[in-house]
């Protein structure tokens, strides 16, 4: 069987099943023979349509590795197929641009065509091409112009330097009407001076932008006040945003704000950022955590993610955690703390001190494998954070299972369970009847960057610092172990 028919008997079992319930009160007719892949030919359009759909958005079948996109394989499955899914515009909505294919001009205007009149999400990849020119872009950006009321989202990544960027959009329009995300992306190095865009992107305004996404490059005019962003991620490049200080700017709208390697920056000496509407904060390989966080002024704030934290940057941190000048916490609403060591330790003492000075966490994430210092202080007779609910660990190392579960029953002994755990997927089962004893709810973290939210997720934190352990040679399912607790 072709690698084709195999992808055509796999997306018949995903939909068939996914759409069930289109097909409750319809009677499909199903005949085998050798001479084709999957009876699935004779479905009604309705229902191919759905299992178009069903296929377009299963990881596996639209993101696995192939030559060429799942639009585009269904259409090479029979001739009824590719002309339903030509003229299904929702599959062709998203057009990804390598403009070191010969064909990419071509495949885009068919994209463009096939998708009627919808919002599309674009991508243009601009490949190293030993310094030369690329003399399809003025046609790509006025195929991409004529379009600019349909953008949705805007993805531009060059391996090819700050210049074609700057081509790029040069050459496109000075408005984008309705493109919601925008991410910028110049791979490589933490650099200085920094790669800036001097002029402005879409200058005329960008009046529906929500999401702001900058990777190894900076703008020196982002946005208009008028913009509603309300997530914006910065990674490996500089900060230069004079416009934010005021009462009005266009950051007054963000919920959340992610800073990952940035050089120094010294808008954060002085005034004070009001971010009102704030609510998740995540900072990563930073100089100056605590400069960060004591000019940010973010009432509503209830999630806060630190990376890569030195015992003295903690320190920092900690000696800002109270508003100046009283013992007010300076994020009254935070509830939720996660924490990235990355192979730093933190002693005792601050360990302590930590959960002293945030002692309103009700949901806590460690996502280093060795936790040991951490659960000494946790399970203190002091009982730090009272009101913590649930503690997750996904990449806890199974050899420290047992002194989790020795801080959970010191915990609860003085009146303060643990009602949630969450542990990665090799760990979930083990000590199942001394958790439900207790009643502790475990969940399982099969992806530990699934503690992030969503707009975190981003390629530039991926997570390669855990090895892999052998479960078996721990002893961990043995639960007699356990039987002292």
Same mark, same amino acid.
Not at 161 to 169: K, R
Not at 209 to 230: D, E
Not at 305 to 312: C, F, G, H, N
């Given at each position: 069987?072709?690698?084709?028919?195999?992808?055509?008997?796999?997306?018949?079992?995903?939909?068939?099943?996914?759409?069930?319930?289109?097909?409750?009160?319809?009677?499909?007719?199903?005949?085998?023979?050798?001479?084709?892949?999957?009876?699935?030919?004779?479905?009604?359009?309705?229902?191919?349509?759905?299992?178009?759909?069903?296929?377009?958005?299963?990881?596996?079948?639209?993101?696995?590795?192939?030559?060429?996109?799942?639009?585009?394989?269904?259409?090479?499955?029979?001739?009824?197929?590719?002309?339903?899914?030509?003229?299904?515009?929702?599959?062709?909505?998203?057009?990804?641009?390598?403009?070191?294919?010969?064909?990419?001009?071509?495949?885009?205007?068919?994209?463009?065509?096939?998708?009627?009149? @919808? =919002?599309?999400?674009? $991508?243009? !990849?601009?490949?190293?091409?030993?310094?030369?020119?690329? *003399? %399809?872009?003025?046609? /790509?950006?006025?195929?991409?112009?004529?379009?600019?009321?349909?953008?949705?989202?805007?993805?531009?990544?060059?391996?090819?330097?700050?210049?074609?960027?700057?081509?790029?959009?040069?050459?496109?329009?000075?408005?984008?009407?309705?493109?919601?995300?925008?991410?910028?992306?110049?791979?490589?190095?933490?650099?200085?001076?920094?790669?800036?865009?001097?002029?402005?992107?879409?200058?005329?305004?960008?009046?529906?932008?929500?999401?702001?996404?900058?990777?190894?490059?900076?703008?020196?005019?982002?946005?208009?006040?008028?913009?509603?962003?309300?997530?914006?991620?910065?990674?490996?490049?500089?900060?230069?945003?004079?416009?934010?200080?005021?009462?009005?700017?266009?950051?007054?709208?963000?919920?959340?704000?992610? @800073? =990952?390697?940035?050089? $120094?920056? !010294?808008?954060?000496?002085?005034?004070?950022?009001?971010? *009102? %509407?704030?609510?998740? /904060?995540?900072?990563?390989?930073?100089?100056?955590?605590?400069?960060?966080?004591?000019?940010?002024?973010?009432?509503?704030?209830?999630?806060?993610?630190?990376?890569?934290?030195?015992?003295?940057?903690?320190?920092?941190?900690?000696?800002?955690?109270?508003?100046?000048?009283?013992?007010?916490?300076?994020?009254?609403?935070?509830?939720?703390?996660?924490?990235?060591?990355?192979?730093?330790?933190?002693?005792?003492?601050?360990?302590?001190?930590?959960?002293?000075?945030?002692?309103?966490?009700?949901?806590?994430?460690?996502?280093?494998?060795?936790?040991?210092?951490?659960?000494?202080?946790?399970?203190?007779?002091?009982?730090?954070?009272?009101?913590?609910?649930?503690?997750?660990?996904?990449?806890?190392?199974?050899? @420290?299972?047992?002194?989790?579960?020795?801080?959970?029953?010191?915990?609860?002994?003085?009146?303060? *369970?643990?009602?949630?755990?969450?542990?990665?997927?090799?760990?979930?089962?083990?000590?199942?009847?001394?958790?439900?004893?207790?009643?502790?709810?475990?969940?399982?973290?099969?992806?530990?960057?699934?503690?992030?939210?969503?707009?975190?997720?981003?390629?530039?934190?991926?997570?390669?610092?855990?090895?892999?352990?052998?479960?078996?040679?721990?002893?961990?399912?043995?639960?007699?172990?356990?039987?002292?607790?």
């Amino acid at each position: 069987m072709s690698p084709l028919e195999v992808d055509v008997l796999a997306l018949a079992a995903l939909t068939l099943q996914a759409n069930i319930q289109l097909t409750a009160n319809a009677t499909v007719t199903v005949t085998a023979n050798d001479s084709q892949p999957a009876s699935i030919f004779g479905l009604p359009n309705e229902l191919l349509a759905a299992v178009f759909f069903a296929g377009l958005e299963d990881p596996f079948l639209s993101q696995g590795p192939r030559e060429m996109p799942f639009e585009t394989l269904i259409s090479h499955v029979s001739h009824h197929w590719r002309s339903l899914a030509h003229n299904t515009p929702r599959l062709w909505t998203t057009i990804m641009i390598d403009t070191l294919d010969k064909d990419h001009l071509e495949n885009t205007a068919n994209y463009i065509q096939r998708s009627g009149a @919808l =919002s599309l999400d674009v $991508s243009v !990849h601009i490949p190293y091409d030993h310094g030369q020119p690329y *003399p %399809t872009f003025p046609t /790509l950006c006025r195929f991409l112009s004529a379009e600019v009321e349909r953008l949705q989202m805007l993805r531009v990544e060059s391996d090819a330097g700050l210049p074609s960027l700057e081509f790029f959009f040069e050459n496109m329009p000075k408005s984008a009407p309705r493109l919601q995300a925008l991410e910028i992306r110049l791979p490589g190095q933490l650099r200085y001076p920094p790669h800036i865009i001097q002029d402005s992107i879409f200058p005329d305004g960008m009046p529906n932008l929500n999401s702001l996404h900058l990777v190894g490059v900076s703008l020196q005019n982002t946005t208009s006040p008028q913009c509603p962003l309300t997530s914006l991620q910065l990674h490996n490049c500089a900060y230069y945003h004079s416009s934010v200080r005021g009462a009005v700017y266009p950051f007054s709208s963000l919920t959340h704000l992610i @800073l =990952s390697e940035l050089n $120094s920056m !010294h808008e954060w000496e002085s005034n004070p950022f009001i971010l *009102p %509407t704030l609510k998740g /904060l995540y900072l990563r390989y930073l100089a100056d955590y605590d400069k960060i966080l004591s000019r940010i002024v973010a009432p509503a704030l209830d999630t806060l993610y630190l990376e890569a934290v030195t015992e003295d940057e903690m320190a920092n941190i900690i000696a800002v955690s109270h508003s100046p000048g009283t013992q007010s916490p300076k994020f009254p609403r935070l509830r939720s703390f996660m924490l990235r060591l990355a192979g730093r330790t933190l002693s005792y003492r601050i360990w302590q001190d930590f959960m002293e000075a945030f002692q309103h966490i009700t949901h806590f994430t460690l996502l280093d494998s060795t936790v040991y210092h951490f659960l000494q202080p946790f399970s203190a007779p002091q009982v730090p954070w009272p009101r913590l609910e649930m503690l997750s660990l996904p990449n806890l190392e199974p050899r @420290l299972l047992k002194c989790v579960m020795s801080a959970v029953v010191t915990r609860a002994s003085m009146g303060h *369970p643990i009602l949630k755990l969450q542990l990665s997927p090799a760990l979930f089962g083990v000590g199942e009847s001394f958790w439900r004893a207790r009643g502790v709810e475990v969940e399982v973290v099969a992806d530990p960057r699934a503690a992030l939210p969503a707009a975190c997720r981003a390629e530039e934190w991926q997570d390669d610092e855990e090895p892999d352990v052998d479960i078996d040679s721990t002893g961990l399912y043995d639960e007699s172990d356990y039987d002292y607790y």
